[in-house]
């Protein structure tokens, strides 16, 4: 999950208050964290940004009480390359979904979109530019429509259900007592793991940004579920700039290129089949995946490899 920094933090807390009483505090704290609350420069660029190529330059990053995440990172991520994100626990995968998101701006280097400083865009332009897909969707209290067409507001209720459909969604909400105007999270409403994923998937889908942000699952579902949600992520990531943060080995193989970051650095950058016979960290990852015939969290091998 994507964590709230610095000077959200105060504001976050204030409207837990208020937002506890509807039911959405998560959302509240999502909205607020994203994309960020760093001050604007005078000349900003509302240029919409049509690719999607991703530049991180001598990228350094600490967090407030001193952690040094990064330490010169560098990745160029082509328009409409899709990437995993690998490391150990706490290696930063996260974090780099949130710088960017401009959550924070980086301590040194930075952070380009098509050619562009991020902090030298416009909030809008940004937010117009990521799609997010986080590991644990919050839903508002709202109606299932409402809840999915929060990815692009003005988007009509047609538009809703074809995302619904593609990301397999609509034969679940068709089968709840009110359809679409069923209200989350009240009794008899209550939505499976899988079936919040996958809103959040026609969510994101429904916004159709050219990047990506995907924080997955860290835990398997039951193959079922798993496999409708790899079918919605595909049509999801079609034709977009994917990075994404990845827990687990076992869904690799949707990404064009697997990124290892280790102490700040990309320790190891190929497609999937070259890390694997690359003989460095990522091939010890697979081997013991092998060995143990399933596939654990990418953090717990990392740890006894290194
Ligand atoms: P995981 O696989 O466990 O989710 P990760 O690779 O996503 O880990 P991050 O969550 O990005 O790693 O964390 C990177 C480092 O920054 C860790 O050492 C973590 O403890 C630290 N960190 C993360 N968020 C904060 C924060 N808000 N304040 C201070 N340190 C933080």
């Given at each position: 999950a994507f964590r709230i920094l610095h000077?959200?933090?105060?504001?976050?807390?204030?409207?837990?208050?208020?937002?506890?009483?509807?039911?959405?505090?998560?959302?509240?704290?999502?909205?607020?964290?994203?994309?960020?609350?760093?001050?604007?420069?005078?000349?900003l660029s509302d240029k919409p940004i049509a690719r999607g190529t991703i530049e991180l330059r001598n990228v350094s990053y600490a967090y407030a009480d001193g952690r040094q995440v990064f330490n010169n990172l560098n990745l160029t991520i082509p328009a409409?390359?899709?990437?995993?994100?690998?490391?150990?626990?706490?290696?930063?995968?996260?974090?780099?979904?949130?710088?960017?998101?401009?959550?924070?701006?980086?301590?040194?280097?930075?952070?380009?979109?098509?050619?562009?400083?991020?902090?030298?865009?416009?909030?809008?332009?940004?937010?117009?530019?990521?799609?997010?897909?986080?590991?644990d969707i919050s839903l508002f209290r709202r109606s299932v429509l409402e809840n999915i067409r929060y990815g692009r507001p003005d988007a009509t209720k047609e538009e809703?259900?074809?995302?619904?459909?593609?990301?397999?969604?609509?034969?679940?909400?068709?089968a709840l007592k009110h359809g679409y105007k069923t209200i989350v999270g009240e009794r008899g409403a209550s939505l499976s793991g899988g079936q919040r994923q996958r809103i959040?998937?026609?969510?994101?889908?429904l916004k159709n940004a050219p990047i990506l942000l995907l924080d997955e699952a860290t835990s398997a579902l039951d193959s079922q579920s798993e496999a409708l949600i790899n079918s919605a992520l595909i049509d999801l990531m079609k034709d977009r700039t994917v990075v994404a943060a990845a827990h687990r080995l076992s869904t690799l193989s949707r990404y064009d290129r697997i990124v290892v970051l280790a102490d700040g650095h990309v320790i190891e950058d190929g497609t999937l089949d070259e890390l694997r016979n690359a003989g460095g960290m990522f091939s010890q990852l697979w081997a013991l995946q092998t060995i143990e015939g399933d596939c654990p969290p990418v953090p717990e091998i990392a740890t006894e490899a290194a």
């Open positions: 000077g959200s933090r105060d504001l976050a807390l204030a409207l837990v208050g208020t937002a506890q009483q509807f039911g959405v505090i998560a959302e509240m704290l999502n909205v607020v964290a994203q994309p960020h609350d760093q001050p604007d420069l005078p000349e409409g390359q899709k990437v995993g994100i690998v490391g150990p626990s706490g290696a930063g995968k996260s974090t780099l979904l949130s710088l960017l998101q401009r959550v924070d701006d980086v301590g040194g280097g930075c952070i380009l979109i098509d050619g562009e400083r991020i902090n030298e865009m416009s909030r809008d332009s940004l937010r117009q530019a990521i799609g997010v897909v986080p590991q809703v259900i074809a995302c619904a459909r593609k990301t397999h969604c609509d034969e679940f909400i068709r959040g998937i026609a969510r994101a889908l």
